[in-house]
């Protein structure tokens, strides 16, 4: 499932810029707001975004969240947020940018 949403991510976004790997900040996006019950990170820490960084803080996982990352590391925790998404919000993240 996680490679159908990276496919539908990087086919929608990965023509509109230069940088070809900008669909997968897009996907991760994506993936916290979901996990986050749609609500921005800046206004809380819900319990399922929580879950993914058990030993973090929320000041601490908003700190990882917001470092500049390599395509590698950001990869990575996308797989890593994957795994604590519901499979409804990984059918919403598929069907987000599968339908174009």
């Given amino acids: 499932m996680l490679s159908n949403a990276v496919a539908n991510y990087k ?3 990965t023509d509109r810029i230069d940088n070809t790997d900008y669909y997968l900040y ?19 820490i819900k319990p399922n975004v929580q879950k993914a960084y058990p030993n ?3 000041y601490q996982i908003n700190e990882k969240l917001n470092e500049n990352k390599t395509e590698k590391a950001i990869t990575s925790n996308i797989e890593h947020l994957w795994d604590y998404l519901p ?7 598929i069907n987000k940018c599968g339908a174009s």
Avoid at 26 to 43: S, T, V
Avoid at 87 to 93: K, Y
């Fill in 87 to 93: 499979n409804n919000g990984r059918e919403a993240i």
């Fill in 11 to 13: 086919k929608k976004y």
């Fill in 56 to 58: 973090l803080n929320c």
């Fill in 26 to 44: 897009w996907l991760e996006n994506d993936i916290l707001l979901e996990l986050n019950e749609n609500c921005g990170l800046i206004y809380s």
